[in-house]
Nanobody, 126 residues
Framework: QVQLVESGGGLVQAGGSLRLSCTAS????????MAWFRQAPEKERVFVAAISFDGTSTSVIDSVEGRFTISRDNAKNAVLLQMNSLKPEDTAVYFC???????????????????WGQGTQVTVSS
């Protein structure tokens, strides 16, 4: 079982930036797609961004296109989410997730991810 630990959340004013980091334990990072999801109060958890196991392909939801960037550092077992031009509607708990199958295509569906971090709170004030 891999352990995922997120960090980097916090309180920021609208227009500001945050960089989320997710670190995976052990030799259970290589070969797996990684993703970020978020959950706002009283709402369902939704997909935000994903990156392929080799880092060559990424996807983000339309509402964060041009503002959020996902990347990974396989040498450090880490996946990052750079968030710029933050908006109040970005406020949520952000979760890191690892894909359930090695060397597969990444997905935007939560069911395709079987390891989750504990989440980090991001609050954007207006």
């Amino acid at each position: 079982q891999v352990q995922l630990v997120e960090s980097g959340g916090g309180l920021v004013q609208a227009g500001g930036s945050l960089r989320l980091s997710c670190t995976a334990s052990g030799r259970t990072f290589m070969g797996y797609n990684m993703a970020w999801f978020r959950q706002a109060p009283e709402k369902e958890r939704v997909f935000v961004a994903a990156i392929s196991f080799d880092g060559t392909s990424t996807s983000v939801i339309d509402s964060v296109e041009g503002r959020f960037t996902i990347s990974r550092d396989n040498a450090k077992n880490a996946v990052l989410l750079q968030m710029n031009s933050l908006k109040p509607e970005d406020t949520a708990v952000y979760f890191c997730a690892r894909g359930s199958r090695r060397f597969s295509s990444y997905s935007t569906h939560a069911a395709r991810y079987d390891n989750w971090g504990q989440g980090t709170q991001v609050t954007v004030s207006s």
